[in-house]
């Protein structure tokens, strides 16, 4: 069963009773409720996605990183051009 409202969604498990008492013992010696005790549980069992990025993903190739070597291949390439022709 699955009800959802304002950012929650109400899910019903059905748990083996060993693990039943085991869940409700925690969450009692926490002072927590035993669903807080199983949202805990299951955001750290799935944690959100992180965000993609494309830093680091691929090699520059060569000896020296494109990073460090930016100013090199700047001045190779516009060595024997006039501003014009840029």
Excluded: Y
Excluded at 8 to 21: G, H, K, S, V
Excluded at 56 to 77: F, M, P, V, W
Aim: net charge negative; glycine share 6%; proline share 7%.
């Amino acid at each position: 069963m699955s009800v959802h409202w304002e950012g929650m969604t109400r899910i019903t498990i059905e748990l083996p009773d060993d693990l039943a008492d085991r869940v409700n013992t925690a969450a009692t010696e926490r002072s927590l409720a035993p669903a807080e005790l199983a949202r805990e549980a299951l955001a750290k069992q799935f944690p959100p996605p992180r965000p993609l990025t494309f830093i680091g993903i691929g090699a520059s190739g060569g000896e020296k990183a494109t990073s460090e070597g930016h100013k090199e291949t700047r001045r190779a390439h516009f060595a024997n051009k006039a501003a014009s022709d840029v």
